[in-house]
């Protein structure tokens, strides 16, 4: 089973990954990925062995994003990839065929070939502007959801699909309407003053 609101993993000025990852683990998110963008293997190896603990802890489930060794070597649950990562079945032969990945898609013919490849979830966006992110997609808003969640029903294909990119908790009702599965969030929750009500406001609406 996919959760439908997954929290990925940010550094601030403020707050660590791992600081991140338990804030939102403490507001109830279960399904975490932890994005380590320009760090060392090592030091990636050893923040996904502390995060895999905190989750451990919560029974939640732990993603790691861009290293399929690392996901092998903790025993994580799933791998996310993105669009300029390695292709989903050179990593399926690294992590075996039980553990889930997921792929990131900014077009219908990403979300196609993500699916060919065998993909168990996708990543759709940017919905909107965001900062955590370098080398940012074209924007697809509402309208860009809708017209791919349509196209795919024509082509009579079917993934859980999860809008992200600068996503607040005042979206979540709209893009749930397009026909998306799920949303991938993370400045919504660990810039909350309360956390923990975002969280429950949100998955109120996706569940």
């Known amino acids: 089973m996919i959760d439908k609101l997954q929290f990925i993993s940010n550094q601030t000025k403020d707050i660590t990954h791992l600081g991140s990852i338990q804030t939102a683990l403490d507001a109830g998110c279960r399904w975490i990925q932890l994005r380590v963008k320009d760090q060392s293997f090592e030091d990636?190896?050893?923040?996904?062995?502390?995060?895999?603990t905190f989750c451990d802890s919560y029974q939640a489930k732990l993603i790691?994003?861009?290293?399929?060794?690392?996901?092998?070597?903790?025993?994580?649950?799933?791998?996310?990839?993105?669009?300029?990562?390695?292709?989903?079945?050179?990593?399926?032969?690294?992590?075996?065929?039980?553990?889930?990945?997921?792929?990131?898609?900014?077009?219908?013919?990403?979300?196609?070939?993500?699916?060919?490849?065998?993909?168990?979830?996708?990543?759709?966006?940017?919905?909107?502007?965001?900062?955590?992110?370098?080398?940012?997609?074209?924007?697809?808003?509402?309208?860009?959801?809708?017209?791919?969640?349509?196209?795919?029903?024509?082509?009579v294909l079917s993934i859980p699909m999860f809008a992200i990119g600068g996503i607040t908790q005042e979206d979540i009702q709209e893009i749930s309407e397009t026909g998306m599965y799920g949303v991938a969030i993370s400045g919504s929750i660990i810039n909350a003053k309360n956390p923990g009500n975002v969280v429950y406001k949100i998955k109120k609406i996706l569940c």
Do not use: C, W
């Open 44 to 52: 990636v190896l050893k923040l996904a062995e502390k995060a895999k």
């Open 64 to 155: 790691i994003n861009d290293f399929p060794f690392i996901a092998k070597e903790i025993n994580a649950y799933g791998l996310h990839l993105g669009l300029n990562d390695m292709p989903i079945e050179f990593a399926r032969k690294i992590v075996g065929e039980k553990m889930i990945i997921g792929g990131t898609a900014n077009t219908l013919e990403h979300v196609v070939n993500q699916i060919k490849e065998g993909a168990d979830y996708i990543g759709l966006g940017p919905f909107r502007f965001t900062s955590t992110k370098q080398n940012l997609s074209p924007i697809l808003g509402l309208e860009g959801y809708r017209n791919i969640t349509a196209s795919l029903k024509e082509l």
